[in-house]
């Protein structure tokens, strides 16, 4: 399968990654991963769900086993619930995850996501595929601000992601709570109100007194590449993000967290690098990520922005470059651990089929040339990549070799690990190449 990978990368990269200074190397690196078995077998658990309007379900999936080489060695399903534990056949290094899913614009298609060199793994976690079908069902509610008196002349009202409050809001079913932030429009003030969803009603009443959480103001600090900041609450039981908001590098406005509703707050940077930009038939965008966690005060030690640099566009090229799959990003950024690309395919063929690859790997290694065996034989028409994106991410003040990180992944498996200090300050790299 690494033709598809590697053929049409070749061309694409070359036109694309002047965009970020990179140019073509002669020499080649070999930093292939380890291989060897062990004497006793390896044992992994994973879970296979879909997510529809927020809500997760089961969802049986095949998984494969891959040896050293790529080639598979085995496979079996998720169970009704959409899990699989239990021992890996002798010699897998690699395992991948195939469902069949769907989705409105793309209608039917493959997904398979890949994870190499798990030999140091035990828990590779939830795999999510696109199931999604139907309309969510999510419900207009008006909203009456007649009994509201301070709030109503001194602030402006905003949803929890930050779109203003403006007559009705959207509840979805799996949304139980509506979490609103007053902004005042005259001083330095902010305050959050919790309000259950009605039962029997579709109007959500709102007083002053609703308004009880009190905002902590936090400093807005960019670095001289940041677009933009923003703090966001993270709900460990609803697992995402409220109350979240933002300041340009132009129109600096105010950023508060809310410590009594959400215990664990973050204050995040984020670089577009450039406008999209469009060479030879290929849009091209690139983006920088870094994350800090913010105490009760508002207070936070400042996570640098990742910066782009001609040693990102050497990497890539070389990788395409590169007849056996090797590649090496360990130069991009020290704090960067983790290697993910995802590809977009089509087939020529009478349907016009396609499917999508997900590859996760260390900062550093060899894609082997895959098969997936009777679950997903190879396309015998022309396949073309449309889409391709890398993220290369870490997690700053954490070790990067590939056991230490291998315990960090098993952590976030688990789930909740927004609420551990060593996941705080998120940083990453994205490039995105789609082809027309």
Same mark, same amino acid.
């Given at each position: 399968?690494?033709?598809?990978?590697?053929?049409?990368?070749?061309?694409?990269? /070359?036109?694309?990654?002047?965009?970020?200074?990179?140019?073509?190397?002669?020499?080649?690196?070999?930093?292939? /991963?380890?291989?060897?078995?062990?004497?006793?077998?390896?044992?992994?658990?994973?879970?296979?769900?879909?997510?529809?309007?927020?809500?997760?379900?089961?969802?049986?999936?095949?998984?494969?086993?891959?040896?050293?080489?790529?080639?598979?060695?085995?496979?079996?399903?998720?169970?009704?619930?959409?899990?699989?534990?239990?021992?890996?056949?002798?010699? !897998?290094?690699?395992?991948?995850?195939?469902?069949?899913?769907?989705?409105?614009?793309?209608?039917?298609?493959?997904?398979?996501? !890949?994870?190499?060199?798990?030999?140091?793994?035990?828990?590779?976690?939830?795999?999510?595929?696109?199931?999604? !079908?139907?309309?969510?069902?999510?419900?207009?509610?008006?909203?009456?601000?007649?009994?509201?008196?301070?709030?109503?002349?001194?602030? !402006? $009202?905003? #949803?929890?992601?930050?779109?203003?409050?403006?007559?009705?809001?959207?509840?979805?079913?799996?949304?139980?709570?509506?979490?609103?932030?007053?902004?005042? /429009?005259?001083?330095?003030?902010?305050?959050?109100?919790?309000?259950?969803?009605?039962?029997?009603?579709?109007?959500?009443?709102?007083?002053?007194?609703?308004? $009880?959480?009190?905002?902590?103001?936090?400093?807005?600090?960019?670095?001289?590449?940041? *677009?933009?900041? /923003?703090?966001?609450?993270?709900?460990?039981?609803?697992?995402?993000?409220?109350?979240? #908001?933002?300041?340009?590098?132009?129109?600096?406005?105010?950023?508060?967290?809310?410590?009594?509703?959400?215990?664990?707050?973050?204050?995040? #940077?984020?670089?577009?690098?450039?406008?999209?930009?469009?060479?030879?038939?290929?849009?091209?965008?690139?983006?920088? =990520?870094?994350?800090?966690?913010?105490?009760?005060?508002?207070?936070?030690?400042?996570?640098?922005?990742? $910066?782009?640099?001609?040693?990102?566009?050497?990497?890539?090229? #070389?990788?395409?470059?590169?007849?056996?799959?090797?590649?090496?990003?360990?130069?991009?950024?020290?704090?960067?651990?983790?290697?993910?690309?995802? =590809?977009?395919?089509?087939?020529? *063929?009478?349907?016009?089929?396609?499917?999508?690859?997900?590859?996760?790997?260390?900062?550093? @290694?060899?894609?082997?040339?895959?098969?997936?065996?009777?679950?997903?034989?190879?396309?015998?028409?022309?396949?073309?990549?449309?889409?391709?994106?890398?993220?290369?991410?870490?997690?700053?003040?954490?070790?990067?070799?590939?056991?230490?990180?291998?315990?960090?992944?098993?952590?976030?498996?688990? @789930?909740?690990?927004?609420?551990?200090?060593?996941?705080?300050?998120?940083?990453?790299?994205?490039?995105?190449?789609?082809?027309?």
């Amino acid at each position: 399968m690494n033709k598809f990978i590697l053929t049409p990368l070749a061309i694409t990269l /070359s036109l694309t990654l002047s965009a970020c200074g990179g140019s073509s190397s002669e020499s080649s690196s070999g930093g292939s /991963s380890s291989g060897g078995n062990t004497a006793q077998l390896q044992t992994i658990a994973l879970q296979t769900l879909t997510r529809e309007c927020g809500a997760d379900s089961a969802y049986q999936a095949d998984v494969v086993f891959h040896n050293d080489d790529g080639d598979a060695i085995g496979s079996v399903k998720t169970d009704a619930e959409g899990k699989f534990s239990g021992e890996l056949p002798s010699g !897998t290094k690699h395992v991948s995850v195939l469902g069949d899913v769907f989705d409105e614009e793309d209608g039917g298609y493959k997904q398979i996501i !890949t994870e190499l060199d798990i030999e140091n793994r035990t828990n590779l976690g939830t795999f999510y595929f696109n199931d999604f !079908t139907g309309d969510c069902g999510c419900t207009e509610y008006s909203v009456d601000t007649t009994a509201l008196s301070t709030i109503a002349s001194d602030y !402006t $009202i905003y #949803q929890s992601q930050g779109n203003e409050v403006s007559g009705s809001v959207n509840v979805c079913p799996n949304d139980n709570k509506l979490y609103l932030t007053a902004l005042s /429009s005259y001083s330095v003030d902010a305050k959050a109100a919790v309000i259950d969803i009605p039962v029997n009603s579709s109007v959500i009443t709102l007083t002053d007194e609703d308004f $009880i959480h009190d905002g902590v103001e936090v400093p807005v600090q960019l670095d001289i590449d940041a *677009d933009y900041a /923003s703090t966001r609450g993270y709900i460990e039981a609803d697992n995402t993000y409220r109350f979240v #908001q933002y300041s340009g590098s132009e129109i600096s406005n105010t950023l508060f967290v809310f410590p009594t509703v959400t215990e664990h707050n973050f204050y995040v #940077q984020l670089d577009f690098m450039s406008d999209l930009m469009n060479v030879d038939g290929v849009d091209v965008e690139f983006q920088s =990520y870094a994350r800090s966690a913010v105490d009760t005060n508002g207070d936070y030690q400042l996570t640098t922005l990742p $910066i782009v640099t001609d040693d990102l566009g050497f990497s890539l090229l #070389q990788f395409a470059e590169n007849n056996d799959s090797s590649f090496d990003f360990g130069n991009v950024d020290n704090r960067f651990a983790r290697t993910i690309w995802d =590809y977009s395919f089509l087939v020529d *063929d009478s349907a016009e089929s396609r499917f999508d690859w997900t590859i996760k790997a260390g900062i550093s @290694g060899q894609i082997p040339d895959l098969s997936f065996g009777s679950v997903f034989p190879e396309p015998t028409d022309e396949v073309i990549l449309e889409e391709l994106t890398v993220l290369l991410y870490g997690y700053a003040g954490n070790a990067t070799d590939a056991n230490s990180y291998a315990k960090l992944l098993d952590t976030m498996s688990e @789930g909740g690990h927004l609420t551990k200090p060593e996941f705080s300050n998120y940083v990453y790299t994205f490039v995105s190449a789609e082809i027309y």
